[in-house]
């Protein structure tokens, strides 16, 4: 569904990204790990449109047989357009709209009525303190609660492809358990998503496939539950050894 072929990213003289290539299969989950400053959010921010890249190709295959195959543009309303949706590292809510106000702003895209009240439904039907919420500022509720509106404003806009930055991030574990829950369930609804994740090992257990970033360049691929047994893996992003 989303090809990325010999990606070059830089940032002045700073290169981000040496010529990653990579592919993500349609109705999957893809994780991306590596240390801080491997290029991961840039990976994302790339497909996005948010950078620009200086060579390089990143194709969207949006339905079946050769004509839907296309040039993803570098426009980022364009790229929502096409289904390709990012929830930013942070979350980055609008903290002073309300609950209900954050995700119609993702449904922006959705020119139905009906489609968006069905959508505004099943985000709040996934998430029913969301509902209990909706017309409190987002900007008061708690970091757990922040995330779900985030991942629930992305998918208001319909994706076909959703690309999520560091979901995890500053967490309790027991959100934690219940962002990677919700990444599963997304998946089985038929929806791509495309995982940058600092907790390797969450990552990887639920990735279909799996790319490891090192220093702008794709250093190990595989099967995600193959990564994690793989000893290179294990030492460098899981602690030296796999939790249960």
Request: proline fraction near 4%; aromatic fraction near 4%.
């Amino acid at each position: 569904m989303l090809r990325i072929e010999d990606l070059w990213v830089s940032y002045g003289h700073v290169q981000a990204l040496l010529g990653v290539s990579l592919e993500v299969e349609r109705g999957s989950i893809v994780s991306i790990i590596g240390s801080n400053g491997a290029g991961k959010s840039t990976l994302l921010n790339t497909i996005s449109g948010l950078v620009k890249q200086e060579r390089g190709r990143i194709f969207l295959t949006d339905g079946i047989g050769p004509d839907t195959t296309k040039l993803l543009p570098r426009e980022p309303y364009r790229v929502v357009k096409l289904g390709v949706v990012q929830v930013p590292e942070g979350r980055q809510v609008f903290p002073g709209l309300t609950v209900r106000e954050n995700l119609m702003a993702g449904a922006y895209t959705v020119n139905d009525a009906g489609r968006v009240r069905r959508n505004l439904d099943r985000m709040f039907e996934m998430y029913p303190i969301l509902k209990e919420r909706a017309r409190q500022q987002a900007g008061t509720l708690s970091g757990g609660e922040q995330q779900m509106l985030a991942i629930c404003r992305g998918l208001m806009a319909e994706p076909k492809v959703l690309l999520l930055d560091e979901p995890s991030l500053g967490l309790a574990p027991i959100i934690v358990r219940g962002v990677f829950d919700t990444v599963r369930r997304i998946r089985e609804e038929g929806i791509t998503v495309v995982l940058v994740e600092q907790n390797a090992n969450q990552a990887l257990a639920i990735a279909d496939y799996a790319y490891v970033l090192e220093n702008g360049r794709v250093a190990l691929e595989g099967e995600g539950r193959a990564l994690l047994c793989d000893p290179a893996v294990k030492d460098a992003y899981l602690g030296g050894a796999q939790e249960a």
